[in-house]
């Protein structure tokens, strides 16, 4: 939509465009109840403007009243060294899972309760609509359409700037400490998803 409104106010007639957003393989990308092994996951190539060094900061802020918090990185890319630096260095080696690249997201997305996105730039992710399609509700960053799936206090948490660490450390802990809250912007989540971007 994003796009669109550009164009738009450039050189073309609004009613000349349409929108074909990304789409999701609900064959694949479903629910399924069991243990979860993870609070947060993200899915992103290990690059800077995923600032995925965000992601590491609320870790360490969230483990003082999660002392057990368990987090999964997917993905490769030049910043993975760093990023497992920077976890080493703030003490949270046993918390912080670098996974790799993975070929069944939708398998990680079914053993974490949150899907979290820190970048500061975006399209439309597709991970995001992925792990809402398996029930995740998202904390995710406020940048390109990602309001175009996300209701902020609705199914998910937007937060505003895309560097406000604690933004993201109190959405986390609201879900991960209220059953009823949870419950509810999974269910939501996975309803908009499902109705909205299924291929």
């Known amino acids: 939509s994003s796009s669109k409104s550009f164009l738009s106010n450039k050189i073309l007639d609004a009613n000349k465009i349409k929108i074909l957003p990304n789409s999701v393989n609900m064959d694949i990308?479903?629910?399924?109840?069991?243990?979860?092994?993870y609070d947060l996951a993200t899915l992103a190539r290990l690059v800077p403007e995923k600032r995925l060094d965000i992601?590491?900061?609320?870790?360490?802020?969230l483990k003082k009243n999660h002392p057990n918090i368990k987090v999964a990185v997917a993905g490769e890319g030049p910043m993975k060294s760093k990023l497992m630096y920077l976890s080493e260095k703030l003490n949270l080696e046993s918390n912080i899972n670098f996974l790799g690249f993975t070929n069944?997201?939708?398998?990680?997305y079914n053993q974490s309760k949150l899907f979290v996105l820190t970048s500061e730039t975006e399209g439309l992710p597709r991970t995001m609509i992925e792990a809402m399609s398996c029930?995740?509700?998202c904390i995710v960053s406020n940048v390109g359409d990602i309001q175009n799936v996300v209701k902020d206090g609705i199914n998910s948490y937007v937060i505003s700037p895309h560097d406000n660490?604690?933004?993201?450390?109190?959405?986390?802990?609201?879900?991960?400490?209220n059953k009823s809250l949870y419950k509810r912007f999974s269910l939501l989540s996975k309803e908009f998803a499902v109705e909205n971007f299924s291929y």
């Open 55 to 61: 992601l590491i900061k609320v870790v360490y802020l």
């Open 135 to 137: 029930g995740l509700p």
């Open 165 to 177: 660490i604690l933004g993201y450390v109190r959405a986390a802990d609201k879900l991960l400490t």
């Open 29 to 37: 990308f479903y629910e399924k109840k069991g243990d979860k092994l």
């Open 104 to 108: 069944a997201p939708h398998e990680l």
